[in-house]
């Protein structure tokens, strides 16, 4: 079946393309892989989302964008994307079906940046996390610590303290990166103690982590921290692994766009974390959502004009 629009990618960004195309009159379909709302269905509260003065949380809001999308005839998929093949029509391949569409929005966002020290992967979902809302509350009364300095690692250790006895936030630098009013909320906060220009070295632990080697930047100094739980919050890996063979990438992995969040190869667009110069929230990526879903709704009336001579 040829679609106008596909839309690869459930997160903020590809639920708003797949609203607006479908609002448009486009025959739109949303293919997700994982869970509707990407990553923003972690965020336990988003106080930075314009209309809801009293925050909301990501769970909430994402199935509210689901709602509204699909009540204008998006069509949504669960489906892996494992390749893409552009042509006039392009081909989008999952693990079930191949889909055609005049034009694609690539809205993938992006995955958990690791530590990548020995052990980490031995250690995942038995000590190591990378969502503090999903299990935060495994670590009740325990000691913990968040890897990071911006607005996710702040934020979790602010969740983090919650729950844990002792929340030890570990960063690479002395200061801070996260928002003026979160990082007054977390120095502040009773339960959360930073420990600045450290960085990770090593685990340690049977079946489950029981410490962590640590090591100052500054003085060179190496401390072993005994705790139950280490949280990662250092950044994002954009998903674009499967268009590095089709499209032009930046250095870090983004896809290269211009001011229409068009990409190299006619047709294809990208919004959200996948693309350059993206500013990673949520506000950011529906308004990327909307535009991409414009400039393909213009590419799809020029190509079925051309059709048409």
């Not at 990501?58 to 892996?80: I, P, Y």
């Not at 290269?256 to 294809?268: E, F, P, Q």
């Amino acid at each position: 079946m040829l679609y106008d629009v596909l839309v690869i990618g459930g997160g903020p960004a590809g639920l708003t393309a797949g609203l607006y195309t479908s609002r448009l009159g486009l025959k739109s379909v949303l293919v997700e892989g994982g869970i509707f709302g990407g990553q923003m269905v972690n965020a336990r509260l988003i106080e930075n989302y314009p209309g809801f003065p009293e925050g909301i949380s990501g769970f909430d809001l994402a199935a509210l964008m689901h709602d509204q999308a699909s009540k204008f005839g998006l069509e949504t998929v669960t489906a892996d994307v494992t390749g893409i093949e552009p042509g006039r029509n392009h081909r989008v391949v999952t693990d079930e079906v191949t889909y055609e569409s005049t034009a694609v929005v690539l809205a993938a966002g992006s995955d958990y940046r690791k530590l990548n020290v020995p052990g980490e992967e031995a250690y995942i979902g038995r000590g190591i996390s990378y969502c503090a809302t999903c299990d935060g509350p495994l670590y009740r009364d325990e000691t913990v610590a968040v890897v990071g300095g911006g607005d996710t690692a702040v934020s979790d250790a602010l969740e983090l303290a919650e729950h844990a006895s002792k929340v030890f936030l570990i960063h690479r630098r002395d200061q801070l990166r996260a928002s003026q009013v979160l990082q007054q909320r977390v120095l502040s906060h009773p339960k959360v103690e930073p420990l600045w220009s450290t960085v990770v070295e090593g685990l340690s632990g049977d079946s489950l982590i029981e410490a962590i080697r640590l090591r100052n930047v500054i003085s060179g100094d190496l401390i072993e921290l005994p705790l139950a739980g280490l949280f990662v919050a250092i950044g994002f890996v954009p998903r674009t692994q499967l268009f590095s063979h089709v499209l032009d990438l930046t250095e870090t992995g983004q896809v290269r766009t211009d001011t229409t969040l068009a990409t190299s190869v006619r047709g294809i667009f990208a919004a959200g974390d996948i693309r350059m110069n993206s500013s990673r929230q949520i506000a950011g990526a529906v308004g990327d959502g909307a535009l991409a879903a414009l400039s393909a709704f213009r590419y799809v009336r020029e190509i079925v004009g051309q059709s048409q001579v």
